[in-house]
């Protein structure tokens, strides 16, 4: 049992470049999101998803994209990368229902810097 | 729109101290609150949560409290390890199924 895996670690991108951010979760969560954490500050939700299908909105989606196909995968996708996308990015997995009180399980991390 | 605020930013002890971390949210109508530890280069733990009817949670030597109405909760650690040096974030949960992060306090226990 794996939990939730991210590749790659690191990745150094130019500026207009694009890449995808892979997250794929082996404990058959329906939730699924993305974070990003800048320095000294705390995690900004990205994207987050319900179910395969289903992706909506959190607090900071501008320059980014995702799709869920599966159950175990939410790939994060940056088009035409800019300096202020540098950051670490944090994936993570839930089984939410209305009285779950399980909570988030997260990744190791991306650390993507945009120059 | 929930804000979370945790005090200290940076917290500094010799090991063996017992110590209080402090979180605030700024609207009561939560559903849960959680308390992570992040250590360098890692992703988040989770150390204990706490439901919106509770008002504590135990684990070892951590303790958290809730006090919904005035939007407080504090992680109490006992007799701090070298160990226990991390970053502890604070997170709240509303009645969606989004969590709403503080930036955390860096704790560093010396031997």
């Known amino acids: 049992n794996a939990g939730v895996t991210q590749t790659p670690k690191f990745r150094i991108l130019k500026i207009g470049q694009s890449m995808t951010l892979q997250c794929t979760q082996d404990m058959n969560h329906n939730y699924m999101y993305w974070y990003r954490q800048d320095p000294g500050m705390g995690l900004k939700l990205i994207y987050y998803?319900?179910?395969?299908?289903?992706?909506d909105k959190g607090e900071v989606p501008n320059g980014y994209n995702v799709s869920r196909s599966t159950t175990e995968d939410f790939p994060l996708r940056l088009e035409l990368a800019a300096p202020s996308q540098t950051s670490v990015y944090f994936c993570?997995?839930?089984?939410?229902?209305?009285?779950?009180?399980?909570?988030?399980?997260f990744g190791p991390g991306t650390r993507l810097t945009v120059l | 729109k929930q804000e979370v605020t945790q005090i200290p930013a940076a917290l500094s002890v010799p090991e063996g101290e017992n110590l209080v971390l402090n979180c605030s949210f700024t609207d009561s109508a939560i559903y849960n609150l959680q308390w992570f530890r992040q250590d360098p280069g890692k992703g988040l733990t989770s150390l204990l949560l706490i439901q919106s009817s509770q008002r504590e949670q135990t684990s070892g030597r951590l303790n958290a409290s809730l006090d919904k109405s005035s939007g407080r909760s504090t992680l109490y650690i006992a007799a701090s390890q070298p160990g226990d040096s991390a970053t502890y974030l604070c997170?709240?949960?509303?009645?969606?199924?989004?969590?709403?992060f503080g930036k955390g306090t860096k704790l560093t226990v010396n031997p």
């Open positions: 998803s319900v179910g395969a299908g289903i992706t």
């Open positions: 997170a709240v949960r509303d009645g969606s199924e989004k969590l709403v």
């Open positions: 993570a997995s839930s089984y939410l229902a209305r009285y779950s009180t399980d909570t988030q399980y």
